[in-house]
């Protein structure tokens, strides 16, 4: 099959491709990300571009998706236009997408890690014969929580220090705190 050059504006990049390939193909080949929230089906008329020369005629979508005065000026949906030759494509700068990048590189700044719900392991002392002990409200001594709780947990609370020798594991959340 041949080939036809390809000139993208404003960028000033140009490759050849493969007849039939399409504008918007062509472009991502070369790394020009042409808006297209439809991806290149032909639904959402935003990969406009302006093309001079070398391009098939306007397909049925483009006729239904372009205004007349868009069409007259030489304008059209870059995943419809298909080379036939030679070709300057003009990409206006609404349709250019800006929007997202992937990121290769970059610098990394220092923020301070202050989550604000965190894990904390506790190890509580055992209760005394003779001393007043009440599960809960040592533990949230011990984790410096005020004291609010559903029954469900205070119930379980024994039972879970004493399967585990005293010491838990409580993810607390900091605005409890």
Known sequence: MPEHTVQFLPSGQTASFEEGTNIRDA????????????????TCAKCKVKMERGVSPLAEVERQLLAPHEIAKGIRL????????????????????????IM???????????????????????????DKYFD?????RELDLPPQAQLETVR?????????????????????S
């Open 104 to 130: 290769t590189e970059g610098r990394q700044g220092h923020f301070p890690l202050n989550p604000d719900i965190r894990k904390r392991t506790v190890r509580i002392p055992e209760p005394r014969l003779g």
């Open 78 to 101: 870059s995943c419809q236009a298909r080379l036939t030759g030679d070709a300057i494509c003009i990409v206006p700068q609404e349709s250019q997408a800006f929007g997202m990048q």
């Open 156 to 176: 379980e609370i024994p039972f879970l220090l004493r399967d585990n020798d005293f010491t838990v594991t409580a993810v607390v959340d900091g605005s409890a």
């Open 136 to 140: 809960f409200s040592v533990l949230l």
């Open 27 to 42: 472009a991502l080949e070369l790394g020009i990300i042409i808006e297209s929230t439809c991806a290149g089906i032909g």
